[in-house]
């Protein structure tokens, strides 16, 4: 076990790239055999992870890109470890995911690492000074899908949604402004959360946040102190009658505050499923929208499922 694989993101540009190169030159320099690859999409980063995980050389994947990059490493590593779908964990000479990050958000990278730098993981992985934690993900029924970061419904699919009227700004402030957009124009849909077989939240639902990492969007703490390794799933609804509702509670999640406004509901368990009298779900899962039409959509958690690394001391996989 002496390789890195290195994937990036194909359409990677900019930082992604520069990203890419620089840790490959660090791993070269530290005399780590270092591959680079740029599996196109779609299902091409799963696809190449899942075969580096099988392959006995490998030791480590480093992933450059967005979260939506991240979240297909994470998936190809439990398929290619035979994790997925009942979980693990997996063997204990296992290759770690190690993230990178090069997108917009880097909100799994920020769960893990918490501040550190693209270079601050790298330095790690060359050093060995690092720590496997086992992270979760969660499968969307009857679609063999996983889910890292986090899925929701209503807020966040409109936010993304929202960026492309986001012209005079660029990078997290871009994402911000299109989340004001969304959450100011805030129309809420008619439906029910159910976790573990319970309805926990019904009526007008601008927001169901299903986890996952604490934060979204690289600064909204929507789901404080869950977990990306304890085998269960943090669900924080808001149900709200419109805006004037909707964006003091929101204002208050950017700091995690907003768990017991008036229409915040919170739970935790290990299947959660999703509703909508109102038509298709408005839904979204680690910043990509969702092209089905189901009105309903169960997510059951996959423990255990991804070595993943995370600095040697500190808190384990918490933002």
Do not use: M
């Given at each position: 076990m002496n390789r890195v694989v290195i994937v990036v993101n194909a359409a990677a540009r900019g930082q992604a790239l520069e990203i890419?190169?620089?840790?490959?030159?660090?791993?070269?320099?530290a005399g780590i055999e270092a591959h680079s690859f740029y599996p196109p999409a779609p299902g091409g980063v799963t696809e190449l992870v899942a075969e580096a995980a099988t392959d006995p050389k490998t030791f480590a994947v480093a992933v450059v890109g967005g979260d939506g990059t991240v979240r297909e490493a994470a998936e190809g590593m439990a398929r290619g470890l035979g994790t997925w779908p009942d979980g693990g964990p997996a063997r204990s000479d296992a290759p770690t995911l190690f993230v990178l990050g090069g997108g917009t958000g880097n909100s799994v990278r920020h769960a893990l690492w918490g501040g550190a730098t693209w270079e601050d993981v790298v330095a790690a992985l060359a050093a060995g000074t690092h720590r496997r934690v086992d992270l979760d993900l969660a499968a969307i029924e009857g679609r063999d899908r996983g889910v890292l970061l986090g899925a929701?419904?209503?807020?966040?699919?409109?936010?993304?949604?929202?960026?492309?009227?986001v012209v005079d700004h660029t990078g997290r402030d871009r994402y911000f402004a299109a989340g004001l957009l969304a959450?100011?124009?805030i129309a809420p849909y008619r439906g029910a959360v159910e976790v573990d077989g319970n309805v926990?939240?019904?009526?007008?639902?601008?927001?169901?946040?299903?986890?996952?990492?604490?934060?979204?969007?690289g600064r909204v703490a929507v789901l404080p102190g869950s977990r990306l390794d304890d085998?269960?799933?943090?669900?924080?609804?808001?149900?709200?009658?419109?805006?004037?509702?909707?964006v003091p509670i929101m204002a208050k999640a950017l700091s995690g505050d907003h768990l017991g406004e008036?229409?915040?509901?919170?739970?935790?368990?290990?299947?959660?499923?999703?509703?909508?009298?109102?038509?298709?779900?408005?839904?979204?899962?680690?910043?990509?929208l969702w092209e089905g039409n189901e009105r309903r959509l169960e997510l059951g958690v996959v423990p255990a499922a991804v070595p993943a690394a995370v600095p040697a001391t500190g808190a384990v996989a918490r933002n």
């Open positions: 890419a190169e620089g840790a490959s030159r660090a791993l070269d320099a929701s419904t209503g807020f966040f699919r409109w936010a993304v949604e929202a960026v492309d009227r959450a100011e124009e926990v939240a019904a009526g007008r639902l601008a927001l169901v946040a299903v986890g996952g990492a604490a934060q979204r969007g085998g269960l799933l943090d669900v924080c609804a808001i149900a709200v009658s419109g805006a004037d509702e909707f008036p229409g915040v509901t919170w739970a935790r368990g290990r299947r959660v499923v999703l509703r909508s009298d109102d038509g298709p779900l408005p839904f979204e899962h680690d910043g990509e």
